[in-house]
């Protein structure tokens, strides 16, 4: 069983900054990649920014040189630092890991529960 637990969500005022952890936990063969995504209310679960086991980087555009996502693999631990906090950024953000748990299974999405952040103008 796999799980990701997520912390550090909350609200903050615009410009300000909040620190997302995740880590993921349980039976896990070979973690491949980890992420954040963000779902705003109304809209679709849109990609923030995803880390490699080689710690290559991608960001979407709209969070490009303002969030930045680094990766602790002694811990299966991801933490994605946000700073200059717009409105725009309000939304549940979700925890991904795309992960082999076992050597007889195919990696497959594991998704966290979600954290709530808030940023007020």
């Known amino acids: 069983q796999v799980q990701l637990v997520e912390s550090g969500g909350g609200l903050v005022q615009a410009g300000g900054s909040l620190r997302l952890s995740c880590a993921a936990s349980g039976s896990i063969f070979r973690l491949n990649l980890m992420g954040w995504y963000r779902q705003a209310p109304g809209k679709q679960r849109v990609l923030v920014a995803t880390?490699?086991?080689?710690?290559?980087?991608n960001y979407a555009d709209s969070v490009q040189g303002r969030f930045t996502l680094s990766r602790e693999s002694a811990k299966n631990t991801v933490y994605l630092q946000m700073n200059s906090l717009k409105p725009e950024d309000t939304a549940v953000y979700f925890c991904?890991?795309?992960?082999?748990?076992?050597?007889?299974?195919?990696?497959?999405?594991?998704w966290g529960q979600g954290t709530q952040v808030t940023v007020s103008s």
């Open positions: 991904n890991a795309y992960l082999q748990a076992a050597i007889n299974l195919r990696p497959r999405d594991y």
């Open positions: 880390i490699t086991s080689g710690e290559s980087t």
